[in-house]
């Protein structure tokens, strides 16, 4: 059986043309993983932030796979550890600065996005993938 990448996608991502009448919504709602209004809000668009936290949690832990023991204790760590960001932001502490190379892409693609109703589609995805592809 051959996989077809566009039905895969219309089916999982964008929803299918109408069948006897009625359009076929995707598996996952747009609004779920379209990233335009994040983009325009300057807000995240991906969810690096909690894989940082994870990576920071399991470093802390010591493991991956913790006991119920280890894994509590750690989460008291963890609390712990909020309250002290807690009061640095209410005292009006900076958070670290992102690095540049990630704010000039976010300003890049807020411009692309920004731009949008002036492209065409092919065009517009292109300069995202662009600017996507020149970070890594």
Not at 81 to 90: D, E, G, L, Y
Request: charged share 25%; aromatic share 12%; net charge positive.
């Amino acid at each position: 059986m051959e996989f077809n990448t566009i039905r895969y996608f219309k089916e999982t991502w964008v929803g299918t043309p109408p069948r006897r009448g009625q359009w076929q919504p995707a598996r996952f709602e747009v609004a779920i993983w379209n990233t335009h209004d994040a983009a325009l809000r300057d807000q995240h668009r991906t969810n690096n932030n909690l894989e940082g936290w994870h990576t920071r949690f399991e470093t802390m832990i010591g493991t991956n796979h913790p006991t119920i023991c280890r894994c509590i204790e750690g989460f008291f760590k963890e609390q712990n550890m909020s309250r002290v960001r807690n009061i640095q932001f209410r005292a009006d502490a900076n958070p670290p600065p992102s690095r540049k190379k990630y704010r000039l892409l976010e300003h890049r693609i807020r411009n692309v996005v920004t731009d949008f109703t002036n492209r065409n589609a092919m065009d517009y995805l292109r300069s995202i993938a662009h600017n996507l592809s020149i970070v890594n």
